[in-house]
């Protein structure tokens, strides 16, 4: 079986702007505002990191989401829930970047799915 990379981390922030200055300053990483998300993301090195999402009902204070990359969403849904594991939400489009959705495991951890969409 192919061992899947981890493509992205997700911290939740009531601020994501100020939480990605205060990353930027205190560590270094490269960070990008997205004003149309109130979302944003962070470089390091020369790989993408990940970014940092508005506080919500499912994104809580506090929380981190691995994302996982995918070939096929749909695909691996079949296979988590095979295996115990649940969808959470519907899956969700990035414009010019690719799709996600989370689904918890077996453990009740919630992880999130990426499937990119860009041409690599």
Same mark, same amino acid.
């Given at each position: 079986?192919?061992? =899947? ?11 994501? !702007?100020?939480? &990605? !200055? ?5 560590? /270094? ?8 998300? +109130? ?13 940092? &999402? ?23 849904? !079949?296979?988590?829930?095979?295996? /115990? ?7 969700? +489009?990035?414009?010019?970047? /690719? =799709?996600?959705?989370?689904?918890? +495991?077996?453990?009740?951890? =919630? ?7 860009? &041409?690599?």
């Amino acid at each position: 079986m192919e061992k =899947r990379p981890i493509v992205h981390v997700e911290l939740s922030a009531k601020a994501p !702007k100020k939480s &990605a !200055k205060f990353y930027s300053d205190v560590f /270094g990483w490269d960070a990008e505002y997205m004003e149309e998300y +109130d979302y944003s993301t962070f470089m390091l090195s020369d790989q993408f990191g990940g970014g940092f &999402a508005q506080v919500t009902d499912i994104n809580p204070e506090g929380s981190t989401i691995v994302y996982l990359d995918s070939a096929s969403l749909e695909d691996d849904l !079949k296979t988590i829930k095979a295996n /115990g594991g649940e969808q959470i939400g519907e899956i969700a +489009d990035v414009p010019g970047m /690719g =799709r996600f959705v989370h689904f918890k +495991d077996p453990n009740g951890t =919630r992880v999130g799915l990426w499937q990119s969409t860009e &041409a690599d």
